[in-house]
């Protein structure tokens, strides 16, 4: 389950950003950017990050995950397609080999939304 060690790093993450703030935020949220191409089980990484965040500063924080789907594109068709992942990769129409992934593959924080005194602020976390 390499769930559990991503949650590690998210955690880790997110704590080195929040201990570098003068005023430490109250974090709400958690929003991820998870490609389908990862094989990370949005349902499997939010039950990591529950468990692990227990008795911690992110105790109830909630992890929003939106997916992005794969997308390839192939050179001699000069078009994108869908495969499906763990059934078919090449081409639907010249069968070529899958060569240029155009998304499914992201694994990043998008934002981190947390509040200071009831007032909520938005922190954009890309470069965290």
């Not at 639907?92 to 924080?109: Q, T, V, W, Y």
């Amino acid at each position: 389950m390499h769930e559990t060690d991503m949650t590690k790093a998210l955690i880790f993450t997110v704590k080195d950003w929040w201990e570098s703030q003068t005023e430490r935020p109250q974090i709400t949220q958690i929003h991820l950017i998870v490609g389908k191409f990862t094989c990370v089980e949005p349902v499997s990484l939010k039950f990591a990050f529950e468990v692990q965040t227990g008795n911690t500063f992110l105790e109830g924080v909630e992890l929003v995950i939106q997916e992005t789907p794969l997308i390839a594109f192939c050179h001699r068709c000069q078009q994108e397609y869908a495969p499906q992942v763990g059934l078919q990769y090449s081409c639907p129409e010249c069968h070529s080999p899958m060569e240029d992934i155009r998304s499914g593959r992201e694994l990043k924080i998008d934002r981190i939304e947390y509040s200071f005194d009831e007032v909520q602020k938005n922190a954009y976390a890309s470069n965290i």
